[in-house]
Every structure is written in C-alpha cells, then in structure tokens.
C-alpha cells in the first residue's frame, strides 16, 4: 500500500511539473525545432539538426501538399495561441529582446 501511495505521490509530482510552462526560451527552442522538423527541405538548407536526424531528413523532401500547408497552418495558429499565454511584462529584458 505504501509503495502505491509513494507511485501516486510520484505521478501527481509528476504532472504538476509538467504543467508548468515552459520558459520563453524553451518555448521557442520546442517550436523551432518542431516547425523545422516537419519541413524536411528548410532543415536540410539550415544543417538544423546534426547526425542521424539530420541525415534522415537529408533523404526526405518536404512534401507540398493541400494537407501539408493545413497542418502548418494549425501548427502556427497553436504556437501563437500558446505563445498568447505568457506575460512578457513579466520576463527579463534579455528575454524580451531574445529568447535565447
């Protein structure tokens, strides 16, 4: 019983942790590397990633399709809702000017 409890307690530490919003920095460090992974041609010009997913995606081509530039465009629409969450009058003048 007390093992369940402790595993409960774990859990729900756990998850309370990762509903913490992530800094402005990783924010944009996750959905950077998110948007370019789904575009295989713009990580291949920028050298984005480095070894085996780089190469991976130096096979690929980003593919121009209807549903493609949908999924794109939900992807943006949820980066930007998400990035509506934060309180920039809250962050540091360095973060205000760069994320990174």
Not at 5 to 27: C, D, H, N, R, W
């Amino acid at each position: 019983m007390k093992r369940l409890a402790l595993a409960t307690v774990v859990l729900i530490g756990t998850a309370v942790l990762s509903a913490q919003p992530p800094t402005i920095g990783e924010f944009f460090d996750r959905f950077t590397t998110e948007w370019v992974r789904e575009n295989p041609n713009q990580a291949v010009n920028a050298r984005f990633f480095s070894g085996a997913e780089q190469q991976a995606l130096d096979r690929q081509l980003t593919p121009q399709t209807d549903e493609w530039a949908r999924s794109r465009r939900e992807r943006a629409r949820r980066g930007l809702a998400d990035l509506a969450r934060y309180d920039f009058s809250r962050l540091n003048t360095m973060d205000r000017r760069s994320p990174n």
